[in-house]
């Protein structure tokens, strides 16, 4: 999957089916996906958002509904498209879904969503609250995932409550997965203090091979993981 990230160059990242598997595997206990959901593939399958959108709904026996583009770009519509098709799980960008809460407001329609999962932003808690002033925060839940491409779409979960929204503290990204391990480190490598500023290093079985045909990158940004007992390990 090709991702520009911060640099504003397009790179390969090297995702296994193995990864995106595990993925599925280490979310199952935290939503508890099956055949009576709903989902819509909403993003591009260039963006890796589709990955977990495809396979969390195909690999645990849901239906999968593929959004026209012209329906995407039109939050009324797809709004009332969400409603019309009993649509149970959505995942969202924040900016995308800020358009979906005015949409809304606007609209009669009732959805049946239970569960809607941001990704892909960073996720500002003070934008819900127009939409927990109507639905509340656990009606749908509303759950935040922090993740990167070269690390398999989502490497966080945190389930939302209303005291996370009321807080209006910047985003909350909450726990890594089952399967990984995130670190905060100084410029030296090594786990800083409880409060003090570092760099969230990831490691565990999401992240991936490396980028496409760029061996000196991949040994710049895929490191070896100093705190793993496996000798191969890289964060």
Same mark, same amino acid.
């Given at each position: 999957?090709?991702?520009?990230?911060?640099?504003?160059?397009?790179?390969?990242? &090297?995702?296994?089916?193995?990864?995106?598997? $595990?993925?599925?595997?280490?979310?199952?206990?935290?939503?508890?996906?099956?055949?009576?959901? @709903? %989902?819509?593939?909403?993003?591009?399958?260039?963006?890796?958002?589709?990955? %977990? *959108? &495809?396979?969390?709904?195909?690999?645990?026996?849901?239906? /999968?509904?593929?959004?026209?583009?012209?329906?995407? #770009?039109?939050? $009324?519509?797809?709004?009332?498209?969400?409603?019309?098709?009993?649509?149970?799980?959505?995942?969202?960008?924040?900016? !995308?879904?800020?358009?979906?809460?005015?949409?809304?407001?606007?609209?009669?329609?009732?959805?049946?969503?239970?569960?809607?999962?941001?990704?892909?932003?960073?996720? *500002?808690?003070?934008?819900?609250?127009? %939409?927990?002033?109507?639905?509340?925060?656990?009606?749908?839940?509303?759950?935040? &995932?922090?993740?990167?491409?070269?690390?398999?779409? =989502?490497?966080? =979960?945190?389930?939302?409550?209303?005291?996370?929204? +009321?807080?209006?503290?910047?985003?909350?990204?909450?726990? !890594?997965?089952?399967?990984?391990? !995130?670190?905060?480190?100084?410029?030296?490598?090594?786990?800083?203090?409880?409060?003090?500023?570092? *760099?969230?290093?990831?490691?565990?079985?999401?992240?991936?091979?490396?980028?496409?045909? #760029?061996? *000196? /990158?991949?040994?710049?940004?895929? @490191?070896?993981?100093?705190?793993? +007992?496996?000798?191969?390990? $890289?964060?």
């Amino acid at each position: 999957i090709y991702t520009s990230g911060s640099t504003g160059k397009a790179k390969g990242v &090297m995702v296994a089916h193995y990864n995106v598997v $595990r993925l599925l595997q280490a979310s199952d206990g935290l939503f508890g996906f099956g055949s009576p959901d @709903i %989902w819509t593939l909403f993003h591009s399958i260039s963006f890796d958002f589709s990955v %977990w *959108e &495809m396979w969390g709904a195909l690999a645990y026996g849901g239906k /999968l509904l593929v959004v026209p583009a012209q329906l995407a #770009r039109s939050p $009324r519509e797809f709004y009332e498209f969400i409603c019309e098709q009993r649509v149970t799980v959505l995942n969202q960008t924040p900016s !995308a879904f800020q358009r979906l809460i005015a949409a809304q407001a606007e609209s009669e329609a009732r959805h049946t969503l239970r569960s809607v999962i941001f990704g892909g932003e960073a996720l *500002e808690l003070h934008t819900l609250d127009a %939409w927990v002033e109507r639905n509340g925060a656990d009606q749908p839940e509303l759950v935040n &995932m922090y993740g990167i491409t070269e690390t398999t779409v =989502h490497v966080t =979960h945190r389930r939302l409550s209303a005291a996370d929204i +009321a807080s209006r503290v910047g985003s909350v990204v909450g726990k !890594a997965l089952a399967d990984l391990q !995130a670190y905060i480190l100084d410029r030296h490598q090594q786990p800083v203090p409880q409060g003090v500023t570092g *760099e969230l290093y990831i490691g565990g079985a999401g992240v991936a091979r490396g980028y496409l045909k #760029r061996p *000196e /990158l991949t040994a710049e940004r895929f @490191i070896t993981d100093p705190f793993s +007992a496996e000798p191969k390990a $890289r964060l």
